[in-house]
């Protein structure tokens, strides 16, 4: 069983947060809600459900990240994911961003140009949801293609170790990963913990990199998969 603020939690802990007062100008879906309107968009669209799903939040159970992963045909080491985030402390826009998660080791690939945000909670902020939920659960067939050529990209680009370390170094250094991600992901680099990502390729790098960011904090955790991706694929 999770805790809040240490990782991942269950899905009854997320539903147990009280949902804050409305105002004239704020009000807020719960966080059952959202949840309910991505995996009912998915099952409308595609007849898909999530064959797994995970959750985090943060200490006071104000800002929640989860993942809903959907088996798809033709996929063999991957899953199409759906990140989704909410608060309910006015910290961020509602979002949700779409993309892949790796089976060998449930990293994240997400782009941020499959990232869509709302307005801030407003009153009306419910359809513009739903809307976005329909959108990316019509637009799977292009952000798995999408997701695949910026893979095949990396995968060609050869890396060795000292270039790896260059690229992390300067990550950190523009902000783009945080000291633990970074501290991860030159681990993961010398000593690969997946046989898979074994390759001296920028696949592989981005592959160290995303397992440094799976104890980002809820708030940060799509913009910080969506940084690295973009970093990666348009920049080194």
Not at 71 to 90: H, I, M, T, W
Request: proline fraction near 3%; hydrophobic fraction near 35%.
């Amino acid at each position: 069983m999770g805790h809040i603020g240490q990782g991942f939690c269950t899905l009854d802990e997320v539903l147990a947060v009280p949902v804050p007062d409305h105002t004239k100008s704020w009000a807020p879906d719960s966080y059952g809600d959202c949840i309910e309107m991505v995996k009912d968009a998915m099952k409308s669209e595609q007849g898909l459900e999530p064959v797994s799903e995970s959750y985090s939040m943060n200490k006071t159970g104000s800002q929640m990240f989860s993942v809903f992963n959907y088996e798809v045909p033709g996929l063999e080491d991957s899953r199409f994911s759906l990140g989704l985030r909410q608060a309910y402390d006015k910290s961020f826009a509602r979002g949700l961003v779409g993309g892949e998660s790796l089976i060998v080791c449930d990293n994240l690939c997400f782009s941020g140009n499959m990232f869509k945000v709302t307005r801030k909670n407003t009153l009306y902020v419910r359809g513009d949801f739903e809307k976005i939920c329909t959108g990316m659960a019509k637009d799977l067939n292009n952000i798995l293609e999408k997701s695949a050529h910026d893979r095949v990209r990396l995968q060609a680009r050869p890396c060795n170790l000292d270039e790896g370390y260059e690229i992390l170094g300067k990550m950190l250094g523009h902000g783009i990963i945080s000291n633990h991600a970074a501290s991860v992901a030159f681990q993961d680099w010398a000593v690969p913990r997946h046989q898979a990502f074994s390759d001296r390729n920028q696949w592989s790098l981005y592959n160290c990199i995303t397992e440094g960011l799976k104890k980002v904090r809820p708030s940060l955790r799509i913009t910080a998969h969506t940084n690295t991706h973009d970093y990666l694929v348009n920049h080194s």
